[in-house]
């Protein structure tokens, strides 16, 4: 696999997208809570369930240490959405069946 067709998998497939779009609404509304409101409370925990399989993975391997400082937290989340949106382009493309076929020769067709 390129390095461009693993962006296309991961931005460029329909489904892809509206995750990643999904996510980035999640996030805004997030942002906006914590700058805005007086305790935000758990408002972080929508964006850690949008990619909560594979968060779910990174948050039992980091143990019971605690909380982890912001910039770890955020740098998971968007690594396991990252590669989420990579499963998900994948299995769109291969139930479609491109991953498999392989391209025509340039020549004349036979009748």
């Known amino acids: 696999m390129t390095a461009r067709t693993l962006l296309r998998l991961?931005?460029?497939n329909p489904a892809s997208a509206i995750y990643l779009g999904l996510v980035g609404?999640?996030?805004?509304?997030?942002?906006?809570?914590?700058?805005?409101?007086?305790d935000?409370?758990?408002?972080?925990?929508l964006p850690a369930?949008?990619?909560f399989p594979l968060f779910l993975v990174v948050a039992l391997?980091?143990?019971?240490?605690?909380?982890?400082?912001?910039?770890?937290f955020l740098t998971e989340l968007v690594v396991c959405v990252l590669l989420q949106?990579?499963?998900?382009?994948?299995i769109v493309e291969?139930?479609?069946?491109?991953?498999?076929?392989?391209?025509?020769?340039?020549?004349?067709?036979?009748?």
């Open 10 to 12: 991961t931005f460029a």
């Open 25 to 38: 609404v999640a996030v805004a509304v997030a942002t906006a809570v914590t700058l805005f409101a007086r």
């Open 40 to 45: 935000p409370g758990f408002v972080w925990v």
């Open 49 to 51: 369930l949008c990619a």
């Open 61 to 72: 391997v980091q143990g019971a240490a605690g909380q982890p400082p912001t910039w770890l």
């Open 85 to 90: 949106s990579l499963f998900l382009g994948t």
């Open 94 to 111: 291969a139930s479609r069946g491109r991953l498999r076929q392989r391209p025509r020769p340039a020549g004349p067709r036979a009748n």
